[in-house]
């Protein structure tokens, strides 16, 4: 008799499901806790290069604030350095003289100066100081160093042309003292009368400093006495003959008349004391009257604004609380409303840059669409001396792109330098920008990092034996 065979051990098929359930659960749990572990160091990775590009940015535009290489890279030949060049402005504010721009070297051999060109021709004797510890003369001389007599034209001093970097603007020396008429106008015919009005009412101030000592003082015409009927109405011709050039102050109002064409507005203002009256009596140019030089009081030539249609004598606050000046990219866009692939500019439009001014207070909300436009004015402005630039020319398509720039103007009195780093996500779209004024080198100091001759920069040693390269401020 046989034996029935015991049951076989094994799973219903409710308790393989069951099993199969728990074991795509567990699956299903790890497969997620992985991602979620990716993504966590995806995320990480992409929030540490994000970091890591805007970090670089930020040291860029530090390196920028300090050695100005977004504006001129003293590594590039002189071809690829637009602000180095000289040239003429050929529009009528210009007259077709010869204007350098902020890097433009002030003496040299091997590129066109300054000097060489005639915009700012040295005499007298230039450098008028020794070179101090082997400082290849581009540091002011020893405090004791002898200054201008108060009443001599003759004065060697007096008769110095062009730039001295040895030389300190001492607030003691007379040749560095302005001798304009603070109340002396540009006097408009159809505002002040100018037909009746005498041009100058207290008295003729180019006797006492003006940039060509001993020349004939123009006459001009008056009439006596407007007011009374009874007085002869026909205009008497007053003229100023006799005066000896002694006593004459040539040097301040030569360096005002070098300096306006030499490195653009902004840099004129860079270059003067904080004090200094923009005045000059002249005897060539255009003139009032009077003999002032029209650029410093006019707003004709785009470095007077127009501040109520006042022309007389100022400083740097006045020409700056209502419009401001700047150095602008030479890279930027030539188009005024940047419209279209932006090209860099030529020659003539880059230096008439630099020699103009810039709306930026009360009339900026001008929103005129169908010509000049005041907001238009400052947005460009904005736009072409902070101009961001990319960090990376060459990258991966999927990494943020960060740009950087660093823009340089001139507002209320104020040298403001202004940093900008901003980053773009290449699949959002989204924007931070980290925006700071720095504390950077001015214009003087960036041209004394750069050789004066070809490309390079100038090697510094404050070593008692060593000796500096020439930079762009050295003297021959």
Same mark, same amino acid.
């Given at each position: ?18 099993? @199969? ?5 567990? @699956?299903?749990? $790890? ?24 970090? $670089? &940015?930020? +040291?860029? $535009?530090?390196? /920028?604030?300090?050695? +100005? ?24 504010? &210009? ?24 915009? +700012? ?79 100058? !009412? ?16 123009? %006459? ?15 205009? !008497? ?20 008349? #070098? ?32 003999? @002032?030089?029209?650029? #410093? ?17 100022? &400083? ?7 419009? %401001? ?21 030529? &020659?003539?439009?880059?230096? /008439? ?20 436009? #005041?907001?238009?004015?400052?947005? +460009? ?18 990494? *943020? ?40 080198? %001015?214009?003087?100091?960036?041209? /004394? ?25 050295? *003297?021959?």
């Amino acid at each position: 008799m046989k034996r029935p065979a015991p049951p076989t051990a094994a799973f219903t098929l409710i308790e393989m499901m069951i099993a @199969i359930a728990l074991g795509m659960l567990i @699956i299903l749990t $790890a497969v997620a806790g992985f991602r979620t572990a990716s993504t966590a160091v995806t995320s990480a990775n992409r929030l540490s290069l994000e970091n890591n590009l805007l970090r $670089a &940015g930020y +040291w860029e $535009a530090q390196n /920028q604030l300090d050695f +100005w290489t977004n504006l001129d890279d003293p590594n590039h030949p002189d071809a690829s350095r637009p602000l180095k060049a000289i040239g003429a402005i050929t529009d009528w504010t &210009g007259q077709g003289r010869q204007h350098g721009l902020p890097f433009t070297p002030m003496y040299g051999t091997t590129s066109p100066s300054l000097e060489s060109t005639g915009v +700012w021709p040295r005499g007298g004797t230039v450098p008028r100081n020794a070179p101090v510890s082997g400082l290849n003369g581009i540091m002011p001389g020893p405090s004791g160093h002898p200054t201008a007599t108060d009443a001599q034209t003759t004065d060697t001093l007096e008769l110095d042309k062009g730039w001295d970097p040895t030389f300190a603007w001492a607030p003691h020396d007379p040749r560095t003292w302005s001798r304009a008429n603070m109340a002396e106008k540009d006097r408009d015919g159809s505002l002040e009368r100018s037909d009746i009005m005498p041009p100058m !009412i207290n008295g003729r101030y180019a006797i006492f400093g003006n940039t060509g000592p001993g020349a004939t003082l123009r %006459s001009y015409n008056i009439v006596p006495d407007f007011n009374d009927p009874m007085t002869s109405q026909t205009p !008497i011709n007053v003229t100023y003959t006799g005066y000896s050039s002694g006593g004459v102050h040539p040097w301040y109002y030569r360096q005002l008349d #070098g300096l306006i064409n030499a490195m653009g507005y902004a840099a004129f203002c860079d270059y003067l004391p904080a004090n200094a009256i923009y005045t000059w009596y002249s005897n060539s140019g255009d003139r009032t009257p009077g003999d @002032i030089n029209k650029f #410093g009081i006019s707003p004709n030539y785009n470095f007077c604004n127009w501040d109520g249609n006042q022309r007389s004598s100022r &400083g740097i606050y006045r020409n700056t609380y209502a419009t %401001s000046f700047g150095y602008l990219n030479p890279r930027s866009s030539d188009t005024y409303r940047q419209t279209g692939t932006p090209s860099p500019p030529g &020659g003539n439009n880059l230096r /008439q840059w630099h020699y103009q001014h810039y709306e930026s207070d009360y009339n900026a909300y001008d929103t005129n669409a169908g010509g000049w436009s #005041g907001v238009v004015d400052l947005q +460009w402005f904005l736009s072409h001396t902070c101009m961001p630039e990319r960090l990376m020319t060459q990258m991966p398509a999927a990494w *943020p792109q960060v740009q950087v720039c660093v823009g340089r103007l001139l507002k209320n009195a104020h040298f403001v330098a202004v940093a900008k780093v901003r980053r773009t996500a290449p699949l959002t779209g989204e924007v931070i920008e980290l925006s700071w004024c720095g504390l950077g080198t %001015s214009l003087r100091g960036a041209r /004394q990092q750069r050789l004066r001759d070809g490309q390079g920069w100038a090697r510094w040693d404050n070593a008692p034996s060593a000796t500096i390269d020439p930079n762009l401020d050295s *003297p021959p």
